[in-house]
């Protein structure tokens, strides 16, 4: 009798199993595919935020500024920006010891992140105090926070005006 | 004149050059980092959304359901889910063709998101018309959307109920 039980567990075990794990890792029909980074190709070796309001919360508790990178991955103009600040020794380092980064391809719901419009590419900063800090523009008047690779000095100059934090009004 | 003039640029792009085209990649002081992934481990051949809008414009558009896993890294059930689920094949493969997925380590500010509170691993399935399907719900009635490893058939009949759209009161 229990001999009978123990066979019918058995089988009962060898059927479940075969059901459940099937052999092999997925790989979709049209090929492996690279890993996605949070990166996107604007520095892999920082730590981005998954969403903006990840990168609020760092900026509150870690008192340092957000820099918000709007791009598209098929704008050449994104592309080459995305070069030029990938490839900057002196922003990389400055962007990772003090700043919290996030780079979006959607737009948030979030209007004080398109002061002038939603454009590629464009970068805001934002205040540990939650204030998007409309004030540090590029040099174009009708894409106020757009920078070319041109505008690479002008970034890096914003990027330390942005560090000098506002003082909080509590 | 034109010789000194000459020289006199000569000198000052050479300067700009220097200052502006610094040798070297950034590499942090703590040594190299992986780059983050998007998957987070949950399934490195995925297409995964970055944003819970970004999410939802994706299931509109394609008319296919979000699959959202809430998780933590130094969880020791979230990591124990993530195994169980990036290892399983047909749930890779359907996640795949049928599902728009995202994975979040932060809590999003919807509500309709944690209908019995914020726990982890925690999976909601939400319908291409936005609507959080808090009817499919795994087997723990004080954590209605927490799954463990055993309960992955669960999950994956989850996922076909899931599939089953909700028609659009539109």
């Known amino acids: 009798m229990i001999k009978a039980l123990l066979s019918v567990l058995l089988v009962l075990a060898a059927v479940t199993s075969s059901?459940?794990?099937?052999?092999?890792k997925y790989i979709p029909k049209g090929g492996k595919r690279l890993p996605q980074t949070l990166s996107r190709g604007w520095g892999d070796q920082l730590i981005w935020a998954q969403t903006y309001e990840e990168a609020l919360y760092w900026?509150?508790?870690?008192?340092?500024?957000?820099?918000?990178i709007f791009h598209l991955e098929d704008c050449p103009?994104?592309?080459?920006?995305?070069?030029?600040?990938s490839d900057?020794?002196?922003?990389?380092?400055?962007?990772?010891?003090?700043?919290?980064?996030?780079?979006?391809?959607?737009?948030?719901?979030?209007?004080h992140l398109s002061p002038d419009g939603q454009y590629v590419p464009r970068i805001l900063f934002v205040d540990p105090t939650m204030?998007?800090?409309?004030?540090?523009?590029?040099?174009?008047?009708?894409?106020?926070?757009?920078?070319?690779?041109?505008?690479i000095k002008l970034l890096h100059d914003n990027m330390e005006k942005a560090k000098k934090l506002l003082k909080s009004e509590l």
């Open 19 to 24: 059901s459940v794990g099937k052999p092999g």
């Open 59 to 68: 900026s509150r508790s870690r008192n340092k500024p957000v820099m918000v």
């Open 77 to 85: 103009h994104s592309a080459a920006m995305k070069k030029i600040v």
């Open 88 to 111: 900057d020794f002196d922003i990389q380092k400055l962007l990772d010891e003090d700043f919290i980064v996030i780079n979006l391809v959607y737009e948030t719901t979030d209007k």
């Open 131 to 151: 204030t998007v800090r409309a004030d540090i523009t590029g040099r174009y008047s009708n894409r106020m926070y757009a920078y070319e690779p041109s505008d």
